[in-house]
Nanobody, 117 residues
Framework: QVQLVESGGGLVQPGGSLRLSCAAS????????MGWYRQTPGKQRELVAI???????IYGDSMKGRFTISRDNAKNTVTLQMNSLKPEDTAVYYC???????????WGKGTLVTVSS
């Protein structure tokens, strides 16, 4: 049974940084594309970043230059480093895994990130 467990969310001031982690289990982690998505109430889920099984990275437009996604296949983890955070980055952030690049098959329960002074 695949499980994705996010951690690292919390409250941070504008301009600050936060690091999210996702621990995966029950899957052959190295063959999956891994992603982070986010959602706020009343809005559609939004792509944050994807890292493919071969290490290619894709970012949502508003995240480029501020967020960095990485993976550790030995530890079955994917990490999202978020810098220069803005209030509009406030959302629930979800970890996802899929065989297709944009086609995610499994989702975590999410972790809340709040950017506020």
């Amino acid at each position: 049974q695949v499980q994705l467990v996010e951690s690292g969310g919390g409250l941070v001031q504008p301009g600050g940084s936060l690091r999210l982690s996702c621990a995966a289990s029950g899957m052959i982690f190295s063959i999956f594309n891994m992603g982070w998505y986010r959602q706020t109430p009343g809005k559609q889920r939004e792509l944050v970043a994807i890292i493919t099984s071969v290490g290619r990275t894709i970012y949502g437009d508003s995240m480029k230059g501020r967020f960095t996604i990485s993976r550790d296949n030995a530890k079955n983890t994917v990490t999202l480093q978020m810098n220069s955070l803005k209030p509009e980055d406030t959302a629930v952030y979800y970890c996802a895994a899929g065989r297709g690049v944009y086609d995610m098959d499994y989702w975590g329960k999410g972790t809340l990130v709040t950017v506020s002074s």
